[in-house]
């Protein structure tokens, strides 16, 4: 086993135990491409959005934030082409007989008919097997991957419906809704973070491919002449973010433009934001320049006029689209990976996850030294009515001081406060950082100015 795969199964095996992900309908033998964020991980998980959101929405004048329902109008997914055209394309192993996505090996070239969501192979690269190393048959087959489901009780006359496919498109079909209550002047952004549902027939690296996920999305409207200019802002933004504040290593992230033949045929261009996976490189976001056609699909399907006043030149126009779409389960997945670490101290093992503090699941441990102490348990549990209304802590009376260091450093809690003997006398506690493990004494009275500012979301 590579050290790379075995990395994996250890963040897939330190999820189930501690608490963080769990496959979804375990009693009943799972459901392939569906898992829950346990007690720790819907933690970490509304820490990520909750700072994209701050980023992206509070710290932005021109950005409006949007929640949409799940199911829309099916027409909209005619508009938007995902009835004809949301196909993946597959290749069968001869051996094995899995299905395998050949535009994700190494010299394949495809290129999809945009009417009828056919993908037709323009060069055929390897054809081993991904999975067990047999040959692949060079004969691509396609699948339309939206998830349907009906709306009505009656049969005979239920209607075919749509789980959204793409986060975004209710951001389309609120676009006017947001101009006519809050006349923005172009450029504006409307930002949405919410599921998406896809029949992915490839599943098997955890959270990075499910079938339902989270997506961050930022629609930015501008004017066709200033796309440029907001395209290169937008990949600026994206960048920065996920080094600066999700604290991603740079040699772990790279850019990646998308071919002639993957483009989406009315894109100017695209590039992604790919994450070094252990498997290789991988998309963790999209970055669009998407022209107007969104908006021009949608007013010819619904018949609404999307136009808007363009203050500038005097007439009506349909905005042009520079959209930033990214996966939430991936980016919480590529956290696990950056950050897991194994170290070996005074000949034990040491386990802990590195974890920007702020993002952490539990900020702050709260750990009496002495369990039978009365007096020490009792002023651990005043600290823990003090803080606890500033911070996610957690109270540990259990095992010895170094066994609780050890499970707060596995699940990234960032600081340890242990109350002793010196407590009682000073008001003191010692606070123990995660990652250096370094202990110093701070005065009770002084915590929440201490631990405040590691602990508060960055800009
Ligand atoms: P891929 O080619 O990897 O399947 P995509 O190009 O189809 O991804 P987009 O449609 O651009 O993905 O979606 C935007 C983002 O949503 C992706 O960058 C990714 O982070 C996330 N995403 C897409 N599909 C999935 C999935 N099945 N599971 C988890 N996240 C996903």
């Not at 450029?187 to 690296?205: D, H, M, S, V, Y």
């Not at 996976?277 to 056609?293: K, Q, V």
């Not at 093992?349 to 699941?361: D, E, F, N, V």
């Amino acid at each position: 086993m590579s050290s790379q795969n075995s990395l994996m199964q250890k963040i897939v095996s330190l999820c189930k135990r501690k608490g963080f992900v769990y496959p979804s309908s375990e009693i009943y033998g799972g459901l392939a491409g569906f898992y829950d964020y346990g007690p720790l991980g819907v933690e970490l998980l509304n820490n990520l959005k909750r700072l994209w959101w701050k980023n992206t929405v509070h710290e932005r004048e021109n950005v409006y934030g949007l929640d949409g329902a799940i199911l829309m109008h099916p027409k909209a997914w005619e508009a938007s082409g995902h009835v004809a055209g949301f196909t993946d394309p597959l290749v069968d192993c001869k051996d094995c007989k899995s299905r395998v996505r050949p535009d994700k090996l190494e010299g394949w070239k495809l290129k999809k008919d945009n009417q009828t969501g056919n993908w037709q192979i323009l060069e055929v690269g390897a054809t081993k097997c991904p999975l067990c190393g047999g040959e692949l048959i060079p004969e691509v087959r396609q699948f339309n991957i939206l998830m349907e489901t009906s709306l009505g009780v009656i049969e005979g006359q239920k209607t075919k419906a749509y789980l959204k496919g793409e986060s975004c498109q209710n951001i389309y079909l609120d676009y006017k809704n947001v101009v006519e209550s809050f006349s923005p002047k172009l450029p504006f952004g409307i930002a949405q973070i919410g599921k998406a549902f896809r029949n992915e027939i490839t599943l098997g690296r955890f959270m990075f491919k499910t079938r339902e996920f989270e997506q961050w999305d930022v629609e930015y409207f501008v004017q066709p002449e200033e796309a440029d200019k907001a395209y290169k802002e937008w990949k600026e933004i994206r960048w920065n973010w996920y080094i600066k504040n999700l604290k991603l290593s740079a040699g772990n992230l790279r850019w990646r433009q998308h071919s002639n033949e993957e483009r989406i045929f009315y894109a100017t261009d695209a590039w992604d934001i790919d994450y070094k996976y252990p498997w290789g490189w991988d998309e963790l976001e999209g970055l669009h320049h998407r022209g107007n056609y969104d908006l021009t699909q949608h007013e010819k399907f619904s018949g609404t006029d999307l136009k808007m006043f363009n203050e500038e030149t005097g007439q009506k126009i349909l905005p042009w689209i520079i959209e930033a779409s990214g996966g939430v389960g991936r980016t919480f997945l590529a956290l696990l990976l950056e950050n897991y670490h194994e170290e070996e101290v005074r000949g034990r093992k040491r386990i802990y996850l590195s974890l920007p503090p702020y993002l952490a699941p539990i900020q702050v441990a709260i750990l009496p030294l002495v369990r039978t102490d009365k007096k020490l348990t009792g002023a651990a549990q005043e600290i823990l009515q003090a803080l606890k209304s500033s911070f996610v802590v957690q109270y540990d009376e259990q095992g010895t001081i170094g066994r609780r260091y050890r499970r707060q450093d596995e699940i990234g809690t960032p600081f340890c406060l242990t109350v002793d003997g010196q407590t009682l006398e000073d008001k003191t506690v010692t606070v123990r950082e995660r990652d250096s493990m370094k202990q110093i004494r701070v005065k009770i009275p002084e915590l929440t100015s201490y631990l405040t500012p590691p602990l508060s979301l960055p800009q």
